[in-house]
Protein backbone atom coordinates (compact mmCIF):
# COMPACT_ATOMS: atom_id res chain seq x y z
CA UNK A 1 0.00 0.00 0.00
CA UNK A 2 3.06 1.79 0.25
CA UNK A 3 3.12 2.75 -3.25
CA UNK A 4 0.91 5.65 -4.53
CA UNK A 5 0.29 7.95 -6.80
CA UNK A 6 2.84 10.31 -5.54
CA UNK A 7 5.43 6.99 -5.80
CA UNK A 8 4.07 6.60 -9.51
CA UNK A 9 4.69 10.06 -10.60
CA UNK A 10 7.75 10.29 -8.94
CA UNK A 11 9.20 7.42 -10.70
CA UNK A 12 7.66 8.69 -14.00
CA UNK A 13 9.18 11.94 -13.50
CA UNK A 14 12.57 9.92 -12.64
CA UNK A 15 12.12 8.31 -15.80
CA UNK A 16 11.80 11.52 -17.72
CA UNK A 17 14.49 12.97 -16.16
CA UNK A 18 17.43 9.98 -16.77
CA UNK A 19 15.96 10.05 -20.41
CA UNK A 20 16.33 13.67 -20.92
CA UNK A 21 19.33 13.79 -19.31
CA UNK A 22 22.55 12.25 -19.16
CA UNK A 23 22.93 10.49 -23.26
CA UNK A 24 25.84 9.26 -23.85
CA UNK A 25 27.40 8.52 -27.44
CA UNK A 26 24.71 6.07 -29.24
CA UNK A 27 24.17 5.15 -33.03
CA UNK A 28 21.44 7.20 -34.17
CA UNK A 29 18.42 6.51 -33.23
CA UNK A 30 15.60 4.25 -35.44
CA UNK A 31 12.23 5.87 -36.24
CA UNK A 32 10.42 3.41 -33.87
CA UNK A 33 12.86 5.14 -30.69
CA UNK A 34 12.35 8.45 -31.61
CA UNK A 35 9.16 7.91 -30.70
CA UNK A 36 9.38 4.98 -27.85
CA UNK A 37 12.42 5.29 -26.53
CA UNK A 38 11.68 6.94 -23.26
CA UNK A 39 8.97 4.85 -23.64
CA UNK A 40 10.08 1.40 -23.05
CA UNK A 41 12.09 -0.80 -20.41
CA UNK A 42 11.41 -0.06 -16.57
CA UNK A 43 9.55 2.99 -15.79
CA UNK A 44 11.05 2.58 -12.38
CA UNK A 45 13.47 0.33 -9.80
CA UNK A 46 10.69 -1.58 -9.28
CA UNK A 47 8.49 -4.23 -11.10
CA UNK A 48 7.08 -1.54 -13.09
CA UNK A 49 7.99 -1.93 -17.02
CA UNK A 50 6.03 -0.53 -20.20
CA UNK A 51 6.58 -3.98 -21.71
CA UNK A 52 4.42 -5.61 -18.91
CA UNK A 53 1.69 -3.07 -19.25
CA UNK A 54 1.98 -3.91 -22.93
CA UNK A 55 1.81 -7.98 -22.69
CA UNK A 56 -0.95 -7.47 -20.10
CA UNK A 57 -3.15 -5.18 -22.08
CA UNK A 58 -2.03 -6.35 -25.70
CA UNK A 59 -2.71 -10.57 -24.92
CA UNK A 60 -4.79 -10.30 -21.55
CA UNK A 61 -7.45 -7.20 -21.77
CA UNK A 62 -7.69 -5.86 -24.79
CA UNK A 63 -9.77 -9.02 -26.85
CA UNK A 64 -12.10 -9.19 -23.81
CA UNK A 65 -12.53 -5.93 -23.55
CA UNK A 66 -13.07 -5.75 -27.30
CA UNK A 67 -15.88 -8.41 -27.22
CA UNK A 68 -17.84 -6.66 -23.87
CA UNK A 69 -17.87 -2.94 -25.66
CA UNK A 70 -19.45 -4.46 -28.34
CA UNK A 71 -22.98 -5.94 -26.57
CA UNK A 72 -26.11 -3.84 -26.53
CA UNK A 73 -25.54 -2.79 -22.96
CA UNK A 74 -21.95 -0.68 -23.85
CA UNK A 75 -22.80 0.11 -27.33
CA UNK A 76 -25.67 2.65 -26.71
CA UNK A 77 -24.67 5.78 -25.01
CA UNK A 78 -27.13 8.28 -24.29
CA UNK A 79 -25.57 11.96 -24.83
CA UNK A 80 -26.96 15.42 -25.36
CA UNK A 81 -25.00 17.03 -27.77
CA UNK A 82 -27.14 20.14 -28.20
CA UNK A 83 -26.13 21.46 -24.94
CA UNK A 84 -24.72 25.03 -25.50
CA UNK A 85 -21.19 26.01 -24.57
CA UNK A 86 -21.18 27.88 -21.47
CA UNK A 87 -18.19 29.93 -22.09
CA UNK A 88 -18.22 31.35 -25.16
CA UNK A 89 -20.70 31.87 -28.22
CA UNK A 90 -18.67 31.72 -31.65
CA UNK A 91 -18.23 28.14 -31.66
CA UNK A 92 -18.13 27.16 -35.84
CA UNK A 93 -19.41 24.04 -36.13
CA UNK A 94 -17.17 21.50 -38.17
CA UNK A 95 -19.19 21.54 -41.07
CA UNK A 96 -17.50 17.94 -42.53
CA UNK A 97 -19.15 14.82 -43.07
CA UNK A 98 -16.44 12.78 -40.65
CA UNK A 99 -17.57 15.05 -37.81
CA UNK A 100 -21.33 14.41 -38.34
CA UNK A 101 -23.02 11.61 -35.54
CA UNK A 102 -25.82 9.38 -36.37
CA UNK A 103 -28.12 9.14 -33.19
CA UNK A 104 -30.32 5.85 -33.24
CA UNK A 105 -33.81 5.58 -34.23
CA UNK A 106 -35.73 4.58 -31.09
CA UNK A 107 -36.88 1.26 -32.21
CA UNK A 108 -32.95 0.48 -32.62
CA UNK A 109 -32.54 0.66 -28.59
CA UNK A 110 -33.20 -2.64 -26.91
CA UNK A 111 -36.20 -1.32 -24.87
CA UNK A 112 -34.51 -3.02 -21.51
CA UNK A 113 -32.63 -0.23 -22.11
CA UNK A 114 -34.31 2.60 -22.76
CA UNK A 115 -36.96 1.81 -19.70
CA UNK A 116 -34.45 -0.12 -17.45
CA UNK A 117 -37.91 -0.80 -14.94
CA UNK A 118 -37.88 -4.48 -15.85
CA UNK A 119 -35.38 -6.51 -14.37
CA UNK A 120 -35.16 -10.47 -13.65
CA UNK A 121 -35.52 -10.41 -10.22
CA UNK A 122 -39.33 -9.04 -9.01
CA UNK A 123 -37.44 -7.52 -5.95
CA UNK A 124 -35.27 -5.30 -8.30
CA UNK A 125 -37.52 -4.97 -10.30
CA UNK A 126 -39.63 -3.29 -7.99
CA UNK A 127 -37.39 -1.36 -5.89
CA UNK A 128 -36.09 0.35 -9.26
CA UNK A 129 -39.69 1.09 -10.31
CA UNK A 130 -40.07 3.05 -7.76
CA UNK A 131 -36.61 4.78 -7.43
CA UNK A 132 -37.60 5.69 -11.12
CA UNK A 133 -41.05 6.70 -10.31
CA UNK A 134 -39.34 8.67 -7.35
CA UNK A 135 -36.79 10.11 -9.13
CA UNK A 136 -39.45 11.35 -11.78
CA UNK A 137 -41.78 12.88 -9.36
CA UNK A 138 -38.35 14.61 -8.03
CA UNK A 139 -38.56 13.62 -4.64
CA UNK A 140 -39.04 11.11 -1.79
CA UNK A 141 -42.44 9.82 -2.39
CA UNK A 142 -43.60 9.04 1.15
CA UNK A 143 -45.77 6.09 -0.16
CA UNK A 144 -42.54 4.16 -1.10
CA UNK A 145 -41.12 1.08 1.41
CA UNK A 146 -38.68 2.73 4.19
CA UNK A 147 -35.96 0.79 2.43
CA UNK A 148 -36.45 2.56 -1.11
CA UNK A 149 -37.02 5.86 0.49
CA UNK A 150 -33.33 4.93 1.58
CA UNK A 151 -32.11 4.02 -1.36
CA UNK A 152 -33.71 7.13 -3.13
CA UNK A 153 -32.40 9.36 -1.06
CA UNK A 154 -28.48 8.10 -1.41
CA UNK A 155 -28.57 7.67 -5.03
CA UNK A 156 -29.92 11.08 -5.06
CA UNK A 157 -27.47 12.47 -3.21
CA UNK A 158 -24.98 10.63 -4.76
CA UNK A 159 -25.74 11.56 -8.14
CA UNK A 160 -25.37 15.63 -8.18
CA UNK A 161 -22.91 14.95 -4.60
CA UNK A 162 -19.37 15.98 -4.62
CA UNK A 163 -18.46 13.24 -5.05
CA UNK A 164 -19.55 13.02 -8.70
CA UNK A 165 -15.97 14.68 -11.25
CA UNK A 166 -17.79 15.18 -14.10
CA UNK A 167 -20.97 17.76 -15.05
CA UNK A 168 -23.36 14.95 -16.03
CA UNK A 169 -25.34 15.27 -19.31
CA UNK A 170 -29.29 15.32 -18.31
CA UNK A 171 -30.22 12.54 -20.14
CA UNK A 172 -34.20 13.33 -19.42
CA UNK A 173 -33.39 16.36 -22.08
CA UNK A 174 -35.62 15.66 -25.16
CA UNK A 175 -32.41 17.03 -26.25
CA UNK A 176 -30.36 14.05 -25.30
CA UNK A 177 -30.59 10.97 -27.90
CA UNK A 178 -28.83 7.39 -27.75
CA UNK A 179 -26.03 6.61 -29.84
CA UNK A 180 -24.68 3.40 -31.08
CA UNK A 181 -20.22 3.82 -30.57
CA UNK A 182 -19.74 0.99 -33.07
CA UNK A 183 -21.46 2.50 -35.34
CA UNK A 184 -19.79 5.75 -34.65
CA UNK A 185 -16.23 5.26 -33.85
CA UNK A 186 -13.70 7.85 -32.80
CA UNK A 187 -10.93 8.16 -35.43
CA UNK A 188 -9.71 11.22 -37.97
CA UNK A 189 -12.23 14.14 -38.61
CA UNK A 190 -10.50 16.87 -40.03
CA UNK A 191 -11.14 18.63 -36.84
CA UNK A 192 -8.19 20.96 -36.20
CA UNK A 193 -6.04 24.36 -36.27
CA UNK A 194 -7.75 27.41 -33.80
CA UNK A 195 -11.05 26.32 -32.45
CA UNK A 196 -9.36 22.71 -31.75
CA UNK A 197 -6.58 24.47 -30.31
CA UNK A 198 -9.02 26.68 -28.39
CA UNK A 199 -10.38 23.88 -26.71
CA UNK A 200 -7.03 22.11 -26.00
CA UNK A 201 -5.93 25.88 -24.59
CA UNK A 202 -8.77 26.03 -22.58
CA UNK A 203 -8.57 22.92 -20.41
CA UNK A 204 -4.71 23.68 -19.94
CA UNK A 205 -4.35 27.00 -19.37
CA UNK A 206 -7.53 27.41 -17.15
CA UNK A 207 -8.08 24.51 -16.06
CA UNK A 208 -5.01 22.52 -14.79
CA UNK A 209 -3.57 24.65 -12.03
CA UNK A 210 -1.12 26.49 -14.16
CA UNK A 211 -0.45 29.92 -13.66
CA UNK A 212 -1.07 32.69 -17.06
CA UNK A 213 2.24 33.85 -16.57
CA UNK A 214 4.22 29.87 -17.35
CA UNK A 215 3.43 29.11 -20.85
CA UNK A 216 3.17 25.68 -21.74
CA UNK A 217 5.84 24.66 -24.59
CA UNK A 218 5.10 24.04 -28.54
CA UNK A 219 1.38 25.99 -27.60
CA UNK A 220 0.22 26.66 -31.12
CA UNK A 221 -1.40 30.16 -29.26
CA UNK A 222 1.18 31.29 -27.71
CA UNK A 223 3.62 32.99 -29.92
CA UNK A 224 7.51 33.31 -29.49
CA UNK A 225 8.03 30.26 -27.11
CA UNK A 226 11.65 29.04 -27.04
CA UNK A 227 13.21 27.25 -24.67
CA UNK A 228 13.44 29.16 -21.79
CA UNK A 229 9.32 28.79 -21.70
CA UNK A 230 9.89 25.30 -21.82
CA UNK A 231 12.32 24.41 -19.12
CA UNK A 232 9.84 27.21 -17.11
CA UNK A 233 7.11 25.08 -17.69
CA UNK A 234 8.55 21.72 -16.82
CA UNK A 235 10.30 23.64 -13.32
CA UNK A 236 6.74 24.99 -12.37
CA UNK A 237 4.95 21.32 -13.52
CA UNK A 238 7.76 19.75 -11.03
CA UNK A 239 7.49 22.16 -8.15
CA UNK A 240 3.66 21.11 -8.24
CA UNK A 241 2.61 18.47 -5.22
CA UNK A 242 1.67 15.47 -6.55
CA UNK A 243 -2.04 16.16 -7.40
CA UNK A 244 -2.03 18.52 -9.59
CA UNK A 245 0.65 17.05 -11.29
CA UNK A 246 -1.06 14.21 -11.92
CA UNK A 247 -4.04 16.14 -13.15
CA UNK A 248 -1.89 17.47 -15.99
CA UNK A 249 -0.96 13.92 -16.84
CA UNK A 250 -3.84 12.74 -16.99
CA UNK A 251 -5.37 15.40 -19.11
CA UNK A 252 -2.41 14.90 -21.20
CA UNK A 253 -3.08 11.27 -21.73
CA UNK A 254 -6.45 11.79 -22.88
CA UNK A 255 -5.26 14.17 -25.64
CA UNK A 256 -2.43 11.70 -26.37
CA UNK A 257 -4.92 8.83 -26.33
CA UNK A 258 -7.19 10.93 -28.80
CA UNK A 259 -4.47 12.08 -31.28
CA UNK A 260 -3.02 8.02 -31.23
CA UNK A 261 -6.92 7.12 -32.29
CA UNK A 262 -7.02 9.50 -35.07
CA UNK A 263 -3.18 8.63 -36.34
CA UNK A 264 -4.50 5.01 -36.60
CA UNK A 265 -8.54 5.35 -38.14
CA UNK A 266 -6.87 7.93 -40.45
CA UNK A 267 -9.06 8.96 -43.44
CA UNK A 268 -6.24 7.72 -46.41
CA UNK A 269 -8.27 7.42 -49.33
CA UNK A 270 -11.81 8.57 -50.51
CA UNK A 271 -13.60 7.87 -53.16
CA UNK A 272 -16.96 7.86 -54.40
CA UNK A 273 -17.62 4.74 -53.23
CA UNK A 274 -15.83 4.14 -50.35
CA UNK A 275 -13.07 5.29 -48.07
CA UNK A 276 -10.12 3.77 -46.38
CA UNK A 277 -8.93 4.41 -43.14
CA UNK A 278 -5.83 2.97 -41.70
CA UNK A 279 -2.45 3.84 -39.74
CA UNK A 280 -0.57 7.17 -40.81
CA UNK A 281 2.44 6.84 -39.54
CA UNK A 282 3.61 10.98 -40.49
CA UNK A 283 0.60 11.75 -38.40
CA UNK A 284 1.96 9.99 -35.56
CA UNK A 285 5.06 10.77 -36.16
CA UNK A 286 4.39 14.53 -36.06
CA UNK A 287 2.68 14.36 -32.94
CA UNK A 288 4.78 11.74 -31.02
CA UNK A 289 8.60 11.50 -32.51
CA UNK A 290 11.17 12.57 -29.86
CA UNK A 291 12.97 15.32 -32.44
CA UNK A 292 9.82 16.73 -34.25
CA UNK A 293 8.45 17.38 -31.13
CA UNK A 294 11.42 18.38 -28.74
CA UNK A 295 11.06 15.86 -26.29
CA UNK A 296 7.29 16.44 -26.10
CA UNK A 297 5.97 13.61 -28.02
CA UNK A 298 7.51 10.70 -25.96
CA UNK A 299 6.52 12.55 -22.32
CA UNK A 300 2.89 12.31 -23.82
CA UNK A 301 2.95 8.48 -24.55
CA UNK A 302 4.00 8.44 -20.79
CA UNK A 303 1.45 10.53 -19.48
CA UNK A 304 -1.27 7.97 -21.34
CA UNK A 305 0.42 5.07 -19.82
CA UNK A 306 -0.11 7.08 -16.22
CA UNK A 307 -3.84 7.64 -17.54
CA UNK A 308 -4.23 3.84 -18.38
CA UNK A 309 -3.06 2.45 -14.41
CA UNK A 310 -5.42 5.38 -12.93
CA UNK A 311 -8.47 3.85 -14.83
CA UNK A 312 -7.08 0.48 -14.31
CA UNK A 313 -6.66 0.74 -10.33
CA UNK A 314 -10.15 2.28 -10.59
CA UNK A 315 -11.50 -0.48 -12.37
CA UNK A 316 -10.08 -3.23 -9.62
CA UNK A 317 -11.39 -0.95 -6.67
CA UNK A 318 -14.90 -1.49 -8.09
CA UNK A 319 -15.26 -5.06 -8.69
CA UNK A 320 -17.61 -5.60 -4.99
CA UNK A 321 -20.03 -3.18 -6.65
CA UNK A 322 -20.37 -5.55 -9.95
CA UNK A 323 -19.71 -8.82 -7.91
CA UNK A 324 -23.63 -8.61 -6.14
CA UNK A 325 -25.84 -11.02 -7.17
CA UNK A 326 -28.48 -8.08 -7.58
CA UNK A 327 -26.20 -6.42 -10.37
CA UNK A 328 -27.32 -6.89 -13.92
CA UNK A 329 -26.31 -5.22 -17.60
CA UNK A 330 -30.00 -5.08 -18.02
CA UNK A 331 -31.16 -5.18 -21.58
CA UNK A 332 -33.58 -7.46 -21.88
CA UNK A 333 -32.21 -10.36 -23.36
CA UNK A 334 -31.68 -12.48 -20.34
CA UNK A 335 -29.19 -14.97 -21.66
CA UNK A 336 -27.28 -12.73 -23.17
CA UNK A 337 -26.99 -10.23 -20.32
CA UNK A 338 -25.92 -12.88 -18.02
CA UNK A 339 -23.33 -13.77 -20.32
CA UNK A 340 -22.31 -10.45 -20.37
CA UNK A 341 -22.19 -10.33 -16.89
CA UNK A 342 -19.82 -13.12 -16.48
CA UNK A 343 -17.11 -11.60 -19.24
CA UNK A 344 -17.21 -8.02 -17.10
CA UNK A 345 -16.27 -10.31 -13.83
CA UNK A 346 -13.96 -11.86 -15.35
CA UNK A 347 -11.93 -8.57 -16.58
CA UNK A 348 -12.53 -7.11 -13.47
CA UNK A 349 -10.84 -10.39 -11.92
CA UNK A 350 -8.22 -9.86 -14.27
CA UNK A 351 -7.43 -6.27 -13.71
CA UNK A 352 -7.53 -7.00 -9.85
CA UNK A 353 -4.67 -9.43 -10.70
CA UNK A 354 -2.52 -7.45 -12.47
CA UNK A 355 0.71 -6.66 -10.14
CA UNK A 356 1.68 -3.18 -11.17
CA UNK A 357 -1.20 -1.48 -9.39
CA UNK A 358 -0.20 1.55 -7.48
CA UNK A 359 -1.85 2.69 -4.19
CA UNK A 360 -3.78 6.22 -4.75
CA UNK A 361 -4.02 6.83 -0.62
CA UNK A 362 -1.51 8.70 -0.71
CA UNK A 363 -3.30 11.18 -2.88
CA UNK A 364 -5.29 14.09 -0.75
CA UNK A 365 -3.16 12.17 2.10
CA UNK A 366 -1.92 15.37 3.67
CA UNK A 367 -3.26 17.86 6.42
CA UNK A 368 -7.02 16.96 6.51
CA UNK A 369 -8.29 20.39 5.52
CA UNK A 370 -5.78 21.08 3.28
CA UNK A 371 -6.29 17.75 1.31
CA UNK A 372 -10.62 18.20 1.58
CA UNK A 373 -9.78 21.60 -0.06
CA UNK A 374 -7.04 19.92 -2.75
CA UNK A 375 -9.69 17.28 -3.25
CA UNK A 376 -12.42 19.87 -4.05
CA UNK A 377 -10.27 22.33 -6.42
CA UNK A 378 -9.65 18.78 -8.20
CA UNK A 379 -13.34 18.34 -8.74
CA UNK A 380 -14.23 21.55 -9.32
CA UNK A 381 -11.42 21.75 -12.66
CA UNK A 382 -12.94 17.89 -13.46
CA UNK A 383 -16.60 19.91 -13.62
CA UNK A 384 -15.07 22.43 -15.78
CA UNK A 385 -13.37 20.48 -18.53
CA UNK A 386 -16.35 18.44 -18.65
CA UNK A 387 -18.53 21.65 -19.34
CA UNK A 388 -15.37 22.66 -21.75
CA UNK A 389 -16.66 19.66 -24.31
CA UNK A 390 -20.03 21.13 -25.05
CA UNK A 391 -17.71 23.82 -26.90
CA UNK A 392 -16.19 21.67 -29.13
CA UNK A 393 -17.42 22.44 -32.67
CA UNK A 394 -17.17 18.67 -34.30
CA UNK A 395 -20.03 16.57 -32.74
CA UNK A 396 -18.14 13.18 -33.17
CA UNK A 397 -15.73 14.74 -31.04
CA UNK A 398 -17.67 16.16 -28.58
CA UNK A 399 -19.27 13.00 -27.90
CA UNK A 400 -16.38 10.70 -27.63
CA UNK A 401 -14.51 13.88 -25.58
CA UNK A 402 -18.07 13.80 -23.16
CA UNK A 403 -17.73 9.73 -23.14
CA UNK A 404 -14.10 9.94 -21.93
CA UNK A 405 -14.12 13.02 -19.66
CA UNK A 406 -17.28 10.87 -17.97
CA UNK A 407 -15.26 8.07 -17.84
CA UNK A 408 -12.35 9.39 -16.37
CA UNK A 409 -14.63 11.21 -14.02
CA UNK A 410 -16.32 8.18 -12.81
CA UNK A 411 -13.06 6.40 -11.96
CA UNK A 412 -11.68 9.30 -9.87
CA UNK A 413 -15.08 9.13 -8.30
CA UNK A 414 -14.36 5.38 -7.60
CA UNK A 415 -11.47 6.02 -6.23
CA UNK A 416 -12.10 8.45 -3.88
CA UNK A 417 -14.97 6.08 -2.62
CA UNK A 418 -13.06 3.58 -1.40
CA UNK A 419 -15.20 3.08 2.14
CA UNK A 420 -17.98 3.49 0.64
CA UNK A 421 -16.95 0.71 -1.81
CA UNK A 422 -15.75 -1.54 1.16
CA UNK A 423 -19.24 -0.99 3.13
CA UNK A 424 -21.47 -2.19 -0.26
CA UNK A 425 -23.75 -5.50 1.33
CA UNK A 426 -22.33 -8.71 -0.20
CA UNK A 427 -25.88 -8.83 -1.53
CA UNK A 428 -28.92 -6.18 -1.58
CA UNK A 429 -29.07 -2.78 -2.87
CA UNK A 430 -25.79 -0.66 -2.51
CA UNK A 431 -27.02 2.48 -0.35
CA UNK A 432 -24.17 4.30 -0.08
CA UNK A 433 -21.96 3.81 -3.37
CA UNK A 434 -24.26 3.69 -6.86
CA UNK A 435 -22.99 3.77 -10.57
CA UNK A 436 -25.80 5.28 -12.56
CA UNK A 437 -25.73 2.89 -16.31
CA UNK A 438 -24.38 6.75 -17.88
CA UNK A 439 -21.61 5.48 -15.79
CA UNK A 440 -20.36 2.34 -15.65
CA UNK A 441 -20.85 2.56 -20.07
CA UNK A 442 -18.43 5.59 -20.06
CA UNK A 443 -16.38 4.03 -17.50
CA UNK A 444 -15.64 0.86 -20.06
CA UNK A 445 -15.58 2.69 -22.77
CA UNK A 446 -13.24 4.99 -21.73
CA UNK A 447 -10.87 2.95 -20.60
CA UNK A 448 -11.53 0.51 -24.00
CA UNK A 449 -10.51 3.90 -25.78
CA UNK A 450 -6.88 3.94 -23.71
CA UNK A 451 -6.50 -0.18 -23.80
CA UNK A 452 -6.94 0.13 -27.62
CA UNK A 453 -4.21 2.81 -27.61
CA UNK A 454 -2.41 1.18 -25.52
CA UNK A 455 -2.14 -1.48 -28.16
CA UNK A 456 -1.91 1.04 -30.92
CA UNK A 457 1.39 1.98 -30.09
CA UNK A 458 2.38 -1.92 -30.18
CA UNK A 459 1.26 -1.53 -34.27
CA UNK A 460 3.09 2.03 -34.28
CA UNK A 461 6.24 0.53 -33.06
CA UNK A 462 5.82 -2.46 -35.76
CA UNK A 463 5.48 0.04 -38.43
CA UNK A 464 8.06 2.18 -37.46
CA UNK A 465 10.64 -0.36 -37.01
CA UNK A 466 10.05 -1.14 -41.13
CA UNK A 467 11.46 2.64 -41.85
CA UNK A 468 14.99 3.60 -41.83
P1 LIG B 1 -3.39 19.53 -30.97
O1 LIG B 1 -3.58 18.08 -30.70
O2 LIG B 1 -4.59 20.35 -31.28
O3 LIG B 1 -2.66 20.12 -29.70
C1 LIG B 1 -2.53 21.53 -29.50
C2 LIG B 1 -1.20 21.76 -28.80
O4 LIG B 1 -1.22 21.11 -27.53
C3 LIG B 1 -0.02 21.13 -29.55
O5 LIG B 1 0.54 22.05 -30.44
C4 LIG B 1 0.91 20.80 -28.42
O6 LIG B 1 1.65 21.95 -28.05
C5 LIG B 1 0.03 20.46 -27.27
N1 LIG B 1 -0.21 19.03 -27.12
C6 LIG B 1 -0.51 18.11 -28.05
N2 LIG B 1 -0.69 16.90 -27.50
C7 LIG B 1 -0.49 17.07 -26.17
C8 LIG B 1 -0.54 16.19 -25.06
N3 LIG B 1 -0.85 14.90 -25.20
N4 LIG B 1 -0.25 16.68 -23.83
C9 LIG B 1 0.04 18.00 -23.66
N5 LIG B 1 0.09 18.88 -24.67
C10 LIG B 1 -0.19 18.43 -25.92
N6 LIG B 1 -9.65 15.07 -34.06
C11 LIG B 1 -9.99 13.97 -34.79
O7 LIG B 1 -9.57 13.84 -35.93
N7 LIG B 1 -10.79 13.00 -34.23
C12 LIG B 1 -11.28 13.10 -32.96
O8 LIG B 1 -12.02 12.22 -32.51
C13 LIG B 1 -10.93 14.26 -32.20
N8 LIG B 1 -11.42 14.42 -30.94
C14 LIG B 1 -11.14 15.58 -30.28
C15 LIG B 1 -11.71 15.78 -29.01
C16 LIG B 1 -11.49 16.97 -28.34
C17 LIG B 1 -12.12 17.18 -27.00
C18 LIG B 1 -10.68 18.00 -28.94
C19 LIG B 1 -10.46 19.30 -28.24
C20 LIG B 1 -10.10 17.78 -30.17
C21 LIG B 1 -10.33 16.59 -30.85
N9 LIG B 1 -9.76 16.35 -32.11
C22 LIG B 1 -10.10 15.24 -32.80
C23 LIG B 1 -8.76 17.28 -32.65
C24 LIG B 1 -7.33 16.82 -32.32
O9 LIG B 1 -7.19 16.48 -30.95
C25 LIG B 1 -6.30 17.91 -32.61
O10 LIG B 1 -6.68 19.08 -31.94
C26 LIG B 1 -6.16 18.22 -34.10
O11 LIG B 1 -5.85 17.05 -34.82
C27 LIG B 1 -5.05 19.26 -34.35
O12 LIG B 1 -3.82 18.72 -33.88
P2 LIG B 1 -2.51 19.59 -33.68
O13 LIG B 1 -1.35 18.78 -34.12
O14 LIG B 1 -2.66 20.92 -34.28
O15 LIG B 1 -2.32 19.75 -32.10
Known amino acids: ?127 IEECEQAERLGAVDESLSEETQKAVLQWTKHDDSSDNFCEADDIQSPEAEYVDLLLNPERYTGYKGPDAWKIWNVIYEENCFKPQTIKRPLNPLASGQGKSEES ?8 LCVEKRAFYRLISGLHASINVHLSARYLLQETW ?15 FDGILTEGEGPRRLKNLYFLYLIELRALSKVLPFFERPDFQLFTGNKIQDEENKMLLLEILHEIKSFPLHFDENSFFAGD ?40 LGTALKILFSEKLIANIPESGPSYEFHLTRQEIVSLFNAFGRISTSVKELENFRNLLQNIH
Open 273 to 287: LEKKWGHNITEFQQR
Open 368 to 407: KKEAHKLKEDFRLHFRNISRIMDCVGCFKCRLWGKLQTQG
Open 232 to 239: TFYSWLEG
Open 1 to 127: MARGWGFLIGLLGAVWLLSSGHREEQPPETAAQRCFCQVSGYLDDCTCDVETIDRFNNYRLFPRLQKLLESDYFRYYKVNLKRPCPFWNDISQCGRRDCAVKPCQSDEVPDGIKSASYKYSEEANNL
